[in-house]
């Protein structure tokens, strides 16, 4: 039996999904996860994949009138539930309530509204995020008057800049998904195998690290050391991986050097990840400061349903 909720708050990713209930105050009584993510969906499934989810709370619900969900990620997508159109840059995070949008439901005992993503349309740097926004507005919660940098690390990075609720500028870093391209589609696949950890992982992340902040104008030439050490100086798949790794995002941080100024950069996302970024980051000088990505998710996710239903 589910515990009591009072809404139930929604991150649909490309490839998984997470639920949770929602007290009043904004606090999660409990999670769920499926591997239902956004690319594994029809749009027409998508509520009946959550009608699934919640079954024992809709039953207890009863009269209780059709429970609120409040939805971020990919189910607003142009492929996902129902397209939740982008906000333009400059955006004020504080609006993601009065822009979200209904998704269709029928027959179902609850109500959907789906968060919108965020755009920059400029010609030669069109950019675009969805679900990042929520956790952004999150940050923005959870470090009351911030301003400057924000670094999302995942498969596609998110270099933000925020002056509190008000997202001025991002870009997006593919890292994440290059280093899973290349280490499973290319030469280097007989080298690095995947994200393989080992003694030395630790080693090929530090030499990596080095060599893509000292030359990430020669990104494409230090990406085949890890083929090359491997045959000529027996590096074994920990080593190799680590390096590509340390490589990929050295270089990427060493690209956003100029923007970045001295911190402190909130750095979130998953935890072995987020420790690359800040060791990155740290060999530059730069501080960092860890947000955890579920609590940015859920302060997100409440500050916009304050938002939506502050009047009702």
């Known amino acids: 039996m589910a515990a009591k909720a009072d809404w ?4 649909w990713g490309t490839s998984n999904l997470r639920v949770w209930g929602m007290d009043e105050a904004g606090r999660p009584v409990f999670e769920r996860l499926a591997d239902r993510g956004m690319a594994r969906l029809a749009p027409g499934e998508f509520p009946f994949v959550l009608a699934d989810l919640l079954a024992d709370l809709l039953a207890d619900a009863g009269a209780m009138g059709a429970l609120d969900v409040l939805v971020c990620g990919m189910a607003g997508a142009r492929q996902g539930w129902v397209e939740a159109p982008y906000l333009d840059l400059p955006a004020d995070l504080g609006a993601l309530g009065r822009a979200s949008v209904p998704a269709p439901a029928p027959g179902q005992s609850f109500r959907v509204r789906i968060v919108p993503g965020v755009c920059r349309r400029e010609a030669g740097r069109e950019d675009v995020m969805r679900g990042e926004e929520t956790q952004l507005l999150g940050v923005s919660v959870l470090r009351p008057g911030f301003a400057g940098l924000v670094l999302k690390a995942g498969t596609h990075s998110k270099w933000a800049r925020l002056e509190g609720a008000r997202l001025i500028d991002f870009s997006t870093a593919m890292t994440g998904e290059l280093f899973e391209a290349a280490s499973a589609h290319t030469v280097l ?3 690095v195998g995947g994200e393989v950890m080992g003694p030395l992982t630790e080693e090929g992340i530090a030499a ?3 060599a893509g902040l000292e030359r990430p104008d020669l990104l494409t030439t230090l990406m085949f050391r890890a083929r090359a050490a491997a045959l000529v100086s027996e590096r074994g798949p920990d080593w190799c991986s680590g390096y590509l790794s340390g490589l990929l ?3 990427e941080v060493a690209g956003h050097r100029d923007e970045i100024g001295m911190g402190p950069v909130p750095v979130l996302g998953a935890e072995r990840l987020t420790r690359l970024y800040r060791a990155a980051l740290k060999r530059i000088g730069v ?18 349903h304050k938002q939506i239903y502050a009047t009702r």
Request: charged share 20%; net charge negative; aromatic share 0%.
């Open 287 to 304: 501080e960092t400061q860890p947000v955890e990505a579920t609590e940015a998710t859920l302060a997100g996710l409440a500050a916009v």
């Open 249 to 251: 995002v050295g270089a």
């Open 208 to 210: 990596g690290l080095e």
């Open 189 to 191: 696949r007989h080298s």
């Open 8 to 11: 139930v708050a929604v991150d």
